[in-house]
């Protein structure tokens, strides 16, 4: 407990087991600065490479980004955690979930599809999965886009729609879910090779950042949450110079003031900062800075502070914000093997 009785904040790191990473660490995150110390690490589930939080904060739930593909639940305890139950087989190669009307959502990259598996009241997650929403098509890309890969699903701000995004297909889906079914809504094609990663939605609900992966650029879109419906505006790269052949975008987070907008870059290994203009529909690239590690595979924000979870390099870096620029300074980092996200409590 911190000082008055309250308990110190955390953070939840996932990591990729199979290149050596640690399971799923947990951290506690320091008052002042934000800093990230290990507290305990949990192996008991194959590349653990994404995670969500329940809102009670009470269970925390990770993919296991493997062939066959799992998603599963741990208990919270203090500085700890413990599994609940053995991993729900999902799709193939799952590489995000989130909490969706009563159920953990699974993006599977691998066999391109979305799968609901029912929560329990008590957090734990039933033995089978309720359905599945299988993507189809492709992309020009030959070796990338030669069948669906999503990539990322995710309520959207209103909580009436999951937003999956396709990269093999350069598409994103809205659904709902019917007796525990997600149902495909509506399909919203974006340039073809885009290959559409991941998703970021502004705080006013009306716009939604969706970064590429195959193309170093950020789509801005406008989204109806009325019709559920996701209507793309512009392309901004998102590094001020031609990209070299090993570029690839990977995270997206805006702040929480909706002013601005952080994207990671592989490869170049950069942090890019965009002023978000126009009411939301328009983004200015302010600048770029490193991104303290190797391969800088997701992104978060918490308290002014914004973390990077850099693979290759394996390692969980910090950087203090400047309230105005909102340029990253690196301010310290904390060795995590094959780290791939970092999310807190």
């Excluded at 391109?112 to 359905?131: K, N, Y």
């Excluded at 009325?226 to 570029?247: F, H, N, R």
Aim: aromatic letters at 6%.
């Amino acid at each position: 407990m911190a000082d008055g009785g309250r308990r110190r904040r955390r953070a939840f790191i996932g990591s990729f087991t199979a290149a050596g990473g640690p399971g799923v660490v947990t951290a506690a995150v320091a008052e002042q600065g934000g800093a990230l110390t290990a507290l305990s690490s949990v192996d008991g589930v194959l590349d653990p490479s994404y995670l969500a939080l329940s809102p009670d904060g009470g269970t925390l739930y990770a993919v296991s980004e493997t062939a066959d593909g799992a998603v599963a639940a741990y208990r919270v305890k203090g500085g700890a955690i413990e599994l609940t139950g053995p991993p729900v087989r999902v799709g193939s190669g799952p590489t995000h979930l989130s909490l969706f009307d009563g159920h953990v959502l699974t993006a599977n990259y691998g066999s391109g599809s979305v799968t609901a598996v029912p929560v329990r009241p008590d957090g734990r997650l039933a033995h089978l999965p309720s359905g599945v929403l299988q993507h189809t098509g492709s992309g020009p890309h030959d070796r990338r886009q030669r069948a669906a890969h999503a990539h990322q699903v995710q309520p959207d701000p209103s909580g009436r729609w999951a937003v999956s995004v396709d990269l093999g297909t350069d598409s994103v889906r809205v659904c709902t879910l019917a007796d525990g079914r997600p149902v495909l809504r509506r399909e919203i094609a974006l340039r073809p090779g885009s290959g559409p990663r991941h998703l970021a939605f502004h705080p006013d609900g009306a716009h939604a950042y969706v970064v590429n992966e195959l193309t170093p650029t950020v789509t801005v879109c406008h989204w109806d949450a009325a019709a559920g419906s996701l209507k793309p505006l512009a392309e901004t790269p998102v590094l001020p110079d031609a990209p070299t052949a090993d570029a690839y975008p990977s995270g997206i987070v805006v702040a929480p003031d909706g002013r601005f907008l952080w994207t990671a870059t592989r490869g170049e290994d950069v942090l890019s900062v965009f002023a978000v203009e126009a009411q939301g529909e328009r983004l200015r690239l302010v600048g770029t800075v490193p991104c303290g590690g190797h391969w800088p595979r997701a992104l978060a924000v918490s308290d002014g502070c914004l973390y990077v979870a850099n693979e290759r390099s394996g390692n969980v870096t910090w950087f203090a914000v400047d309230p105005e620029t909102r340029l990253p300074e690196r301010a310290g980092a904390i060795d995590v093997p094959a780290a791939s996200c970092v999310v807190f409590d």
